[in-house]
Nanobody, 130 residues
Framework: QVQLVESGGGLVQAGGSLRLSCAASGRTFSWAAISGYVMGWFRQAPGKEREFVAAISWRSGRNTYYADSVKGRFTISRDNAKNTVYLQMNSLKPEDTAVYYC?????????????????WGQGTQVTVSS
């Protein structure tokens, strides 16, 4: 079992930056277990479906995948020593306002489909004012 805890959300003006963190832990958590996982960030705005933002292979930090809407503005990365995945968000827009969720899948495929992810965090609110 893997627990995911997000942090770093908040209120920022348009054009500003935030860095979200997702710390992974659990009673049976181990590097051997999670090293094959893919980690993803999703977001959900009020009244909208949950949408994919970015994904990264835990094994290879260079293997990443982004939604077109955030490409060039957001960067996903991971720190193996801290068992943490980050989402650096720059040039934020009001339409980026949403609850952001971290998720993990045991599939080693970088997938944008929420149904493919096995574990989810509680979410952190990001609000971008115009």
């Amino acid at each position: 079992q893997v627990q995911l805890v997000e942090s770093g959300g908040g209120l920022v003006q348009a054009g500003g930056s935030l860095r979200l963190s997702c710390a992974a832990s659990g009673r049976t958590f181990s590097w051997a277990a999670i090293s094959g996982y893919v980690m993803g960030w999703f977001r959900q705005a009020p009244g909208k479906e949950r949408e994919f933002v970015a994904a990264i292979s835990w094994r290879s930090g260079r293997n990443t995948y982004y939604a077109d809407s955030v490409k060039g503005r957001f960067t996903i990365s991971r720190d193996n020593a801290k068992n943490t995945v980050y989402l650096q968000m720059n040039s934020l827009k009001p339409e980026d306002t949403a609850v952001y969720y971290c998720a993990a899948t045991t599939s080693e495929v970088l997938t944008p489909a929420p149904r493919e992810y096995d574990y989810w965090g509680q979410g952190t609110q990001v609000t971008v004012s115009s």
